[in-house]
Structure formats: structure tokens, C-alpha cells
């Protein structure tokens, strides 16, 4: 590397340093972070160098460089603090322990104590330490192998929490090693406080090390998974190659393999056997039927007109009805809101003046359709809030569920009182 | 009879599959409530049928049973249909395996169970030139001069009409891949293996594994 790179490299980390809290604050919200205004100048410093990038007005958010960098150097910290620090500890521990023997040695009671505190207090710190490393890894793990969303970079994760609890592993022989020792069977405290300190960190490691199965175990299916996708790319580049491919190996085999004999599909739409001639069974199938049909009875309307004979119904004539009917229809409406009482249909196409140029089935089917329209029209639903419509009906099938309308009572009656 | 047993008979005498992804809940009653299980495998025995499972365990469907029918014309009418089905379902396949993957990974194929989101895919098309390519070379794609968007999502509505996909969230565009990939995908293999295209096992791991665990 050139001098000129040398100074460089230095004024480019003198800077990362300078700005190392706007750094860790982006690091730590990863969708992007906020900042107030004052803060831009130094912002758009970090962007010019590459290792921010913004996301919105004053939203900034690791390049992915700078993310990728960071995520590399805090594992690697991860993974030293820990033998780092059991190492500490242990050594810790054993002066602690030696200058417990030489106060045994002493018979100096108000040293021993206190060196039985020390032990314990270290001890204690151990043991909350490896937990805490446990439950982090695990917790971070059980996330990562829980994860069903499709995607490569977990395992990338999964690897790295695989190496994280080989070291907490390796950091448990280390104090199994120390704790074989003679001297803790030659002093009776020593000896309890090694019980009560494996008993302490044997749920977190019992855990660590069935996690670090379980691990092994996804990474073991993971390969099995690229090892299939893999055969199932040569499949594919050989019917690409060749797409007319026989495939007769597989063909004469085909038998040998449950899905080759999957059933076509039956569509069952009633569990009764019609040509049974099982009078129970029809009687039931005929009730349920009915029942159906009273609970959701067809509400379909549909007025067709009768043909006149050679010649269709003249459209002239077919007009006229329509326009007679739209009138009437409309009188009736004004007459039920201005007495405000109720009317039947019939009773008004009776008493219509004008009312032989429409045919009744033409009449009720209008009024049966028509309110319908209306509630669905923004304009005319309030106009029909106005009153109440009740169809009568003259029939209904029980077996399609098809009704006749005999009448359509309007009552605005109850509604205007 | 029994409401949820006319409903899992019905089911499966339609030719569906009931997954322990999109149907969890069916999954469970044939998997725990042996009650029920059996009246399903005797019903279905007595219109010639069969329950089965894939080798995965992950999803029942139906199979005629092997004394109530010429076992190797019917397979061979089967594997003809299959046949068909291969090359697409592997475009399928190979294509949101591509938007999901960085070049420098190993590809995986989708598995049961697994979520995928419609933008993901689009986002990890769209400036590959070559996948865009791939996609529209696919059988699925009719219509070739359409934009990445819509035939992304011809693609998906293709995978979710041969019942490979379901939706699981209509707002996000996530869609969950049903048992049904995972019993394709084996009949891939059954094809591949015994067209001596490789192996899939890989070497032996001493630490493996009682566990069935998925991933």
C-alpha cells in the first residue's frame, strides 16, 4: 500500500470514528433512522464516504457494506469475549483458590471467610455468564431454525451460532478440567461449591448442547435439501436437452411408487344413494332438501315475456308496458307515501285506470324486482326507506326451493307514524 | 356421520390433498384421532381406495388400492399426466429459487411449509436480465410481452391452481407452499433416481439424527 492510500485509510477511519454514534444509532435500526437537522452536515460527510445511504428526508441507514462489515467484526467479538472471558474468570478463580488454601493453611478464619466469598462470588459470575451466552444463542437460534420464510442467509446465521456454542462448549471442558482437580475433594467447601456450580449451569449447557443437536441436525437436512435440488436441476436440463424424453426407467418403476396410483377424483354431492330405493334415506334426503330450501329459498325473479304467436311481441307494444309500468309503479309509491298506509299490488293494479296495456305477471314481477333496485341505488335507497315491503308468496317447491310471488304488500304506515 | 369425518371423505375423494401446512387442522385428525382415521381408511376401502402419505409425512392424499385395479396400466396413465406436469413445476422451482438466492449460494428449492412473498420474487428478478429471460421462457407464462409484475403473478396463480401454493395473506402477497410441492418434488426424484441422474444422500453424519426435524 502507497503512503498517499496509508493517509487515506487513516482519514477515512478517524472520521468512522468521529461519527461512531450516528453509526451505531443507523446499525441499530435497520429499515432506517431519523436525525434531527443539525445533524445533516455530518450526515451527508458519512454518505459521501460511502457508508451510510439515505432512505428518506433525514432517514439514514447503513450501506450494506458498512452493515456486512460491522455484522462480521461483532461476531467475531462475540466469539473471543467468550473464551477471553471464561479464561479470566478461571484465572480468577484460581488465585482466589489458592489464597483460600493458604488461609485454610493459616487457620486465619476471618481471611477464610472472606476467600469463601470471593470463590463463591466468582463462581456465581461464571455460571450467570456461560447461562446468559447459553440463552442468547439459543434464543437466537430457536428464532433462526423457527424461521419458515424462504431464504439462504439464515443459515448463513445458523452456521455462525453452530461456531458460537462449540466455544461454549469448548469454554464448559475448560472449567470441567479445573474442576477435576484433587484439590476440590481435600477441601469439603470447595468440593459443595463445585456441585452447587455445575448444578447452577447445567440447565443452560443441557439446553446449549441439545441446541447444538438440533443445529447440526438442519445443517445436515439443508445439505440433504441441496444435494435434491441439485438431481432435480439435472432432471430438469435433461428434459430441456431432450423434452420428448421417454423416461422408461422410471416408467417401468412407476408402479412400485403410491403416487403413481393416486385416484382420479369423485365429486360427492349427496351421501345418499337415490337408486337405493331406501325409503329412510329418501325420506331424510327429502327433508334436508326441504329444510334447505326454507332456509335459503330461491329468490330469483325472471319475467319473460310470452311470445304473440309468428310474430315476436311487437316492440312498440313491449315499450308501452314498460313505460305503463314505471308509472304506475310510481304513483303507487306516491299514493302509500302521501296516506301513509299500506297497499297491496293487486289491489292497485286493479284500480288502476290505465292498467290493461300491463299484464299482471309483468305488474309483480316489477314490484318484487324493483325495491330491490332500489336499496342498491345510492339515490333511490332513501326514497325506500320511506316504507316496508312484504312479498307474499303463492307456493314453494320443496325440493328447488323456487317460490311463485303472489303479492307485494307496501306499508308506510309504521314507519311515518 | 360425523361432520369433520363427511368433510375429510369428501376431501379426499375429490383428489385433494390435506397438507399439515394449508390444512392443519384436517392434518391433526388424521394424524392423532385414530377413531376417525380408521371410519376414513374403511369408507375409502369400500370405494376401492386407499389413505397414504408422502415420505416426508407431511401430507395424506388418496390412492386407488392395489387389488381393485391393473396396477401397472393405471401407473402408466398416471406417470403420462405427471409427465407433463414435470418441466413446469421445475421452471416453477428453479426461477424463485433464482430471485431468492445470491450467485455465490447453493440453490434450495422451495419446501412445504415455507413462505414466499410475490415482491421478494419480483425484487430478485427484476434487474437479473437473464432470470427475466427464464421466466418468460417458462410454460406457464402465456403471455410473453407482459410486464415482470403481472407475469410473477401469472406465475404464482398457475402454482396456486395445481394446489403447490395457497394465499395466506391477500394484502402482502404472501403465499404458504403446500405438502402437495413436497410430494411433487418426490416424484421428481423417484424419476431422477431411477434415470440415474445422482444421488441425494448426503455423507453420513454421526450426530444425525432422531430428530425429524424440517427445514
Known amino acids: ?72 467484526g461483532l461476531n467475531r467479538i462475540h466469539l473471543r469475549d467468550l473464551s477471553v472471558d471464561i479464561g479470566a474468570q478461571v484465572e480468577a478463580l484460581t488465585l482466589s483458590m489458592f489464597e483460600y488454601q493458604e488461609a485454610v493453611a493459616t487457620k486465619d478464619k476471618e481471611r477464610m471467610v472472606q476467600e469463601e466469598d470471593e470463590l463463591k ?41 453452530l461456531n458460537k456454542l462449540d466455544q461454549l462448549m469448548a469454554a464448559r471442558e475448560k472449567l470441567e478440567l479445573f474442576f477435576d482437580n484433587e484439590v476440590f475433594i481435600d477441601y469439603p467447601f470447595l468440593d459443595t461449591l463445585k456441585v452447587r456450580f455445575f448444578l447452577d449451569m447445567t440447565e443452560y449447557l443441557d439446553s446449549a448442547r441439545n441446541l447444538r443437536q438440533e443445529i447440526r441436525s438442519a445443517l445436515h437436512l439443508r445439505k440433504k435439501r ?37 385416484a382420479p377424483s369423485i365429486y360427492v354431492s349427496t351421501n345418499v344413494d337415490i337408486n337405493s330405493y331406501d325409503d329412510e334415506l329418501l325420506e331424510q334426503y327429502r327433508q334436508t332438501i326441504h329444510a334447505l330450501a326454507l332456509q335459503k329459498p330461491e329468490s330469483k325473479s325472471k319475467y319473460i315475456r310470452e311470445s304473440s304467436g309468428q310474430v315476436d311481441y311487437a316492440s312498440f307494444q313491449k315499450e308501452r308496458e314498460v313505460k305503463q309500468v314505471r308509472l304506475m309503479f310510481n304513483s303507487l309509491l306516491r299514493n302509500i307515501i302521501t296516506s301513509k298506509s299500506q297497499m297491496s299490488a293487486i289491489e292497485f293494479y286493479n284500480s288502476f285506470p290505465q292498467s290493461e296495456n300491463v299484464r299482471t305477471a309483468y305488474w309483480l314481477h316489477y314490484c318484487h324486482r ?12 332513501r326514497l325506500l326507506r320511506q316504507f316496508t315491503v312484504r312479498i307474499k308468496f303463492e307456493s314453494h317447491s320443496d325440493y328447488s326451493g323456487n317460490r311463485v310471488v303472489k303479492d307485494v304488500l307496501f306499508d308506510a304506515s309504521k314507519r311515518l307514524a | ?5 363427511q368433510a375429510i371423505t369428501t376431501k379426499l375423494l375429490e383428489g385433494k390433498f390435506i397438507c399439515q401446512f394449508s390444512d392443519p387442522d384436517n392434518f391433526v385428525i388424521l394424524q392423532d384421532d385414530v377413531d376417525t382415521r380408521l371410519k376414513v381408511e374403511n369408507c375409502l376401502e369400500t370405494l376401492g381406495r386407499k389413505l397414504v402419505f408422502n415420505d416426508s409425512q407431511s ?46 449460494e447453493n440453490k434450495v428449492f422451495l419446501q412445504g411449509g415455507e413462505t414466499i412473498k410475490i415482491s421478494e420474487v419480483i425484487a430478485g428478478l427484476e434487474h437479473n436480465q437473464a432470470h427475466i429471460d427464464t421466466l418468460t421462457r417458462l410454460d406457464w407464462i402465456k403471455r410473453k410481452d407482459s410486464p415482470i409484475t403481472d407475469k410473477v403473478k401469472t406465475l404464482f396463480k398457475e402454482a396456486e391452481k395445481e394446489g403447490l401454493l395457497v394465499l395466506q395473506d391477500k ?28 444421488s441425494t444422500e448426503p455423507e453420513p453424519n454421526n450426530d444425525q439424527m432422531k430428530m425429524q426435524m424440517k427445514l
Open chain 1, 370 to 381: 324493483q325495491p330491490q333496485i332500489m336499496k342498491n341505488a345510492p339515490s333511490k335507497a
Open chain 1, 121 to 161: 462470588s466468582i463462581c456465581f459470575e461464571i455460571a450467570d455468564f456461560v447461562a446468559d451466552k447459553a440463552k442468547n444463542i439459543y434464543e437466537q437460534a430457536k428464532i433462526a431454525l423457527g424461521n419458515i420464510e424462504y431464504g439462504q442467509q439464515r443459515f448463513k446465521k445458523i452456521q455462525l451460532l
Open chain 2, 59 to 104: 401430507t395424506y392424499y388418496v390412492v386407488h388400492d392395489k387389488n381393485t385395479i391393473d396396477q401397472k396400466t393405471e401407473a402408466e396413465r398416471q406417470f403420462n399426466h405427471i409427465r407433463q406436469k414435470i418441466r413446469p413445476t421445475l421452471g416453477f422451482l428453479d426461477i424463485i429459487s433464482s430471485a431468492l438466492t445470491s450467485s455465490s
Open chain 2, 1 to 5: 356421520m360425523d361432520k369433520r369425518l
Open chain 2, 171 to 198: 394484502i402482502t402477497e404472501r403465499y404458504l407452499v403446500t405438502g402437495k410441492l413436497d410430494v411433487m418434488q418426490e416424484i421428481m426424484l423417484f424419476i431422477a433416481e431411477n434415470e440415474q441422474l445422482g
Open chain 1, 1 to 72: 500500500m502507497s503512503i498517499d492510500n496509508t493517509i487515506e485509510a487513516t482519514k477515512f477511519i478517524e472520521a468512522i470514528y468521529k461519527h461512531r454514534h450516528l453509526l451505531s444509532k443507523c446499525y441499530g435500526e435497520k429499515a432506517g433512522s431519523f436525525f434531527p437537522e443539525e445533524e445533516e452536515e455530518r450526515l451527508q460527510t458519512l454518505k459521501s464516504m460511502g457508508v451510510i445511504r439515505p432512505v428518506d428526508k433525514h432517514m439514514y441507514r447503513l450501506s450494506k457494506e458498512t452493515r456486512q462489515l460491522l455484522d462480521k
Open chain 1, 226 to 262: 441441496e444435494l435434491r435440488t441439485s438431481q432435480l436441476q439435472r432432471l430438469d436440463a435433461l428434459l430441456k436437452n431432450d423434452p420428448s424424453a421417454l423416461l422408461d426407467n422410471a416408467r417401468q418403476k412407476a408402479h412400485s411408487m403410491p403416487f403413481f396410483l393416486v
